[in-house]
């Protein structure tokens, strides 16, 4: 505005000091010509001298007047270019401003976001590492790991946050999990198994170990798999104690089949001590005793049967 103002105020000036130099100049020329007519200058010479300037005057006052109102056109079309550009700084520097006022709360949002992620990852984790001797954890779909428990971290020799990102059948081969995992992915269904034989390479003297363990796959809103939770439990104690289970109640069945106990009531003979078989035969005692149980006999003869049977060995003795 301010040199709108000095322009505008340059151009008056300009312009009234053309007119009034035409306007005198055109004065003088009436005033002369009045002048030799009434006689008071009687001198043509001194006549021409001053004529000719007042009659040349008046069309170079009328060209610089055309050329004031060029420039001043000129002038006037300087001040609305440079009002329109005024304006447009003006009008950008706000959109500029409402666009940083936006950005800077985009800002403020992320970072709360990311703090709240971090609290729920920290307290996930947590909740994760308090879950005892089970084996936890998250995968994305490239069977990456997310989320890692300290129990299973520890399988591998690494804390939880050096796990994040590495893959697991890198770490440990294992095509048969790793098929297991793919199907999952590709399925979306779930999986589990029990007792799940596995031996770490590179480690003989653990032997063969065995683990109970799922898996669950995460979908979004949509229904597409985007990530797979594991849990795994090392159940190789359990299975080696129930195999030495199994085994001693396999050797307790053999030892029972062994044993032929008696009971009930057994027909025997008054006279002769048969009993009577349940094929309906008699046998000696001792033959039915021996078939129905693991004594074997000895014989001899007792104090009274030896006086009776041997009398003469009796006397002896």
């Given at each position: 505005?301010?040199?709108?103002?000095?322009?505008?105020?340059?151009?008056?000036?300009?312009?009234?000091?053309?007119?009034?130099?035409?306007?005198?100049?055109?004065?003088?020329?009436?005033?002369?010509?009045?002048?030799?007519?009434?006689?008071?200058?009687?001198?043509?010479?001194?006549?021409?001298?001053?004529?000719?300037?007042?009659?040349?005057?008046?069309?170079?006052?009328?060209?610089?007047?055309?050329?004031?109102?060029?420039?001043?056109?000129?002038q006037e079309e300087l001040l609305r270019?440079?009002?329109?550009?005024?304006?447009?700084?003006?009008?950008?520097?706000?959109?500029?401003?409402?666009?940083?006022?936006?950005?800077?709360?985009?800002?403020?949002?992320?970072?709360?976001?990311?703090?709240?992620?971090?609290?729920?990852?920290?307290?996930?984790?947590?909740?994760?590492?308090?879950?005892?001797?089970?084996?936890?954890?998250?995968?994305?779909?490239?069977?990456?790991?997310?989320?890692?428990?300290?129990?299973?971290?520890?399988?591998?020799?690494?804390?939880?946050?050096?796990?994040?990102?590495?893959?697991?059948?890198?770490?440990?081969?294992?095509?048969?999990?790793?098929?297991?995992?793919?199907?999952?992915?590709?399925?979306?269904?779930?999986?589990?198994?029990?007792?799940?034989?596995?031996?770490?390479?590179?480690?003989?003297?653990?032997?063969?170990?065995?683990?109970?363990?799922?898996?669950?796959?995460?979908?979004?809103?949509?229904?597409?798999?985007?990530?797979?939770?594991?849990?795994?439990?090392?159940?190789?104690?359990?299975?080696?104690?129930?195999?030495?289970?199994?085994?001693?109640?396999?050797?307790?069945?053999?030892?029972?089949?062994?044993?032929?106990?008696?009971?009930?009531?057994?027909?025997?003979?008054?006279?002769?001590?048969?009993?009577?078989?349940?094929?309906?035969?008699?046998?000696?005692?001792?033959?039915?005793?021996?078939?129905?149980?693991?004594?074997?006999?000895?014989?001899?003869?007792?104090?009274?049967?030896?006086?009776?049977?041997?009398?003469?060995?009796?006397?002896?003795?």
């Amino acid at each position: 505005m301010l040199f709108r103002t000095v322009l505008t105020r340059f151009g008056v000036i300009k312009l009234t000091g053309i007119l009034t130099a035409f306007c005198v100049l055109l004065s003088l020329s009436f005033y002369l010509a009045f002048a030799f007519i009434v006689g008071e200058v009687r001198n043509i010479g001194i006549f021409l001298s001053l004529l000719i300037p007042s009659l040349v005057a008046p069309p170079v006052c009328i060209l610089l007047l055309r050329l004031n109102r060029s420039l001043y056109r000129v002038q006037e079309e300087l001040l609305r270019t440079q009002e329109g550009l005024e304006r447009r700084v003006a009008e950008r520097t706000e959109e500029l401003d409402e666009k940083n006022e936006r950005l800077r709360d985009e800002i403020q949002e992320k970072k709360q976001a990311e703090a709240a992620l971090q609290r729920e990852h920290a307290l996930l984790q947590t909740v994760m590492n308090s879950a005892g001797n089970a084996h936890l954890a998250y995968l994305d779909r490239s069977l990456n790991y997310v989320l890692v428990n300290e129990t299973l971290a520890a399988v591998y020799g690494y804390r939880p946050e050096e796990m994040i990102g590495k893959n697991p059948f890198a770490l440990i081969p294992n095509a048969e999990g790793e098929a297991i995992c793919s199907q999952v992915r590709d399925t979306g269904k779930a999986f589990e198994v029990h007792d799940f034989p596995f031996e770490f390479p590179g480690q003989p003297e653990r032997g063969i170990t065995y683990w109970d363990w799922t898996l669950h796959a995460v979908k979004d809103p949509g229904g597409h798999v985007i990530g797979l939770v594991l849990s795994a439990y090392d159940t190789t104690e359990r299975k080696r104690n129930k195999d030495r289970m199994e085994q001693l109640v396999l050797e307790l069945q053999e030892s029972l089949a062994k044993v032929k106990t008696l009971n009930g009531l057994l027909p025997i003979c008054a006279s002769c001590k048969k009993i009577r078989t349940d094929q309906g035969y008699w046998e000696q005692i001792e033959t039915y005793i021996r078939g129905h149980s693991e004594v074997e006999f000895t014989h001899g003869i007792c104090p009274e049967c030896m006086e009776k049977l041997y009398p003469e060995l009796s006397e002896k003795k």
